[in-house]
């Protein structure tokens, strides 16, 4: 198979339009190992300096991603989800709302001492301990947000974590503890490079930018309920203010 050597249109750009149109057709789905350079450069008769240059704009938008040691994939659309003062839209909703199907997998659970930082927040007296619990949310498969939650164990006390597998926080605080989250939230959000300690979870590579968005949850009486602190794989998520 071989691009048109005559027409004005550049090669690299024919071959971007032919690798998009297999990606639109289904021939390579999100997470799907593309051809190497050298596999791509045969195939298409064109020298690998052309599908070096086809692959990195490719990435720019978003297209595909590069993981070192492991090839070029293709990448899933970003998920948009709105984070608003009064409008906080879940992970699961915003999943929904674009089309895919969102998953999540329990990685721990573990009981703390409530930090300086988390009481600013969340004002515990009395019981000073949390639940830290860390999850990986995904969307048709594709592992998106790396999530630690903190939570009192007085509001929550017997914590059935094994519900938050596949399942919905918002809906085990409402139908096992009559807990009600408020639509308002204060969210904080920051751009980082993505840390060593999360980069397989995330099928990521160790210095891609991840936003880090940080979200204060109250009950329905505007109570401190509990903090979402979420590493998010920046390449998959767009999120509005």
Not at 9 to 29: C, F, R, V
Not at 94 to 119: F, T, Y
């Amino acid at each position: 198979m071989s691009l048109d050597k005559k027409s004005q249109q550049p090669l690299y750009a024919q071959l971007m339009k032919e690798l998009k149109d297999m990606i639109h057709s289904g021939l390579y789905k999100a997470g799907d190992q593309i051809p190497t350079e050298t596999e791509l450069s045969e195939k298409y008769q064109v020298s690998r300096i052309t599908v070096r240059r086809t692959i990195e704009e490719l990435c720019a938008q978003g297209v595909l991603v590069k993981r070192q040691g492991k090839g070029t994939f293709v990448e899933a659309p970003k998920i948009f989800r709105m984070v608003e003062n009064d409008n906080n839209m879940s992970f699961s909703e915003s999943c929904r709302a674009n089309g895919r199907k969102p998953s999540s997998h329990v990685l721990s659970c573990r009981i703390m001492e409530v930090e300086d930082w988390q009481n600013e927040f969340l004002r515990l007296s009395g019981d000073r301990t949390l639940y830290h619990i860390e999850r990986v949310l995904s969307a048709d498969d594709l592992p998106i947000i790396y999530e630690h939650i903190y939570i009192p164990v007085s509001r929550v006390p017997n914590l059935q974590v094994q519900k938050l597998e596949n399942g919905s926080l918002f809906r085990l605080l409402r139908e096992e503890y009559q807990v009600f989250e408020s639509e308002k939230g204060r969210s904080t959000i920051e751009v980082r490079m993505a840390p060593q300690s999360i980069v397989e979870h995330l099928r990521m590579n160790t210095g891609e930018p991840v936003m880090i968005l940080i979200s204060y949850m109250n009950d329905d009486e505007e109570n401190p309920l509990y903090i979402s602190y979420e590493i998010i794989a920046g390449s998959r998520y767009r999120i509005s203010m």
